[in-house]
């Protein structure tokens, strides 16, 4: 193995000729310097692009989350001021019910109470006519059996009044006594 080496000793493989390393480092300055000036903007333009899509979008992201949060919060509070809104509607139609309740029990207290007191002036009218007329009758059949005892005619009507009157002013007195003494 020595040998080998030895008779190549002049040249090792494994370190390049000199003009080849200048040549192989100028062109690899040549394709970098190339690619750093082409292809390096379009990279760094693309991977901006890229952070900006998914930096934007992610603050889109949150804009929007923050814009569904402050959505769902308001349609909360309009939901919770209908609510207020349909129960003060509800306790109110309620109150208003009951009052509609309360006039038409104290109209209809009216209206009995009406009906009774016409109907209690009615009886009262109907019992003075009825007196009215009884007395008449009892007057006339009075002054009819007092002209048969007495034997005068009691025609005259100045003095048929006065016996009448008396006949019940004294029918009243009894009935009165009968009525104190129960």
């Known amino acids: 193995m020595m040998t080998f080496l030895a008779e190549e000793g002049a040249q090792n493989p494994l370190i390049p000729d000199t003009a080849e390393l200048i040549v192989g480092l100028i062109c690899f ?20 692009e890229r952070h900006d899509a998914i930096e ?25 001021e209908a609510r207020h809104e349909a129960a003060r509607i509800t306790e109110q139609a ?14 209809g207290q009216r209206q009995r109470e009406a009906i009774i007191a ?14 009215v007329a009884l007395r008449q009758e009892v007057g006339r059949i009075a002054t009819d059996l007092a002209g048969k005892l007495v034997g005068e005619s009691l025609q005259d009507s100045a ?19 009968a009525e104190a003494s129960r």
């Open 29 to 48: 300055f040549i394709v970098f310097g190339y690619l750093g000036k082409k292809l390096l903007p379009n990279i760094q333009k693309t991977l901006e």
């Open 56 to 80: 934007g979008g992610l603050e889109r992201a949150e804009k929007a989350q923050a814009e569904a949060n402050r959505t769902l919060e308001e349609y909360k509070a309009q939901l919770a």
């Open 94 to 107: 309620r109150q208003q019910g009951a009052e509609i309740i309360a006039e038409m029990r104290e109209e």
């Open 118 to 131: 016409s109907g209690h002036a009615q009886i009262e009218a109907d019992r003075r006519q009825v007196t």
């Open 159 to 177: 003095r048929q009044s006065r016996t009448i009157d008396r006949f019940l002013d004294g029918l009243d007195e009894s009935a009165s006594a």
